[in-house]
């Protein structure tokens, strides 16, 4: 069984940082990218940002420029969010799985941690 523990959420004013972090408590065969999404009230989920093993980065439009996903060997992976903005409000959630022939694949996910942007 997976687990993905996120930490580093909370509220922040409008221009501030976060740095959200994301343990997975077992080594997990077979995957070779983690990522991060989100989820804002009343809609889907949303990839924020993907980082493969072999140091392959995405990200969503709405965060270039902004965010930054590492990873630290194969069990942790780090979301830096700067410049934050009210339409960041979201609960966040670190996952892991595959990417293969240019192709993200999410198999496993976290419980999610909020983050709040307001003034």
């Known amino acids: 069984q997976v687990q993905l523990v996120e930490s580093g959420g909370g509220s922040v004013q409008p221009g501030g940082s976060l740095r959200l972090s994301c343990a997975a408590i077992r080594s997990i065969f077979s995957i070779s990218a983690m990522g991060w999404y989100l989820q804002a009230p009343g809609k889907g989920r949303e990839l924020v940002a993907g980082i493969s093993f072999g140091g392959i980065t995405n990200y969503a439009d709405s965060v270039k420029g902004r965010f930054t996903i590492s990873r630290d060997g194969t069990k942790n992976t780090y979301l830096q969010m700067n410049s934050l903005k009210p339409e960041d409000t979201a609960v966040y959630y670190c996952?892991?799985?595959?990417?293969?022939?240019?192709?993200?694949?999410?198999?496993?996910w976290g419980q999610g941690t909020q983050i709040i942007v307001s003034s």
């Open positions: 996952s892991v799985g595959t990417y293969y022939g240019g192709r993200w694949s999410y198999d496993y």
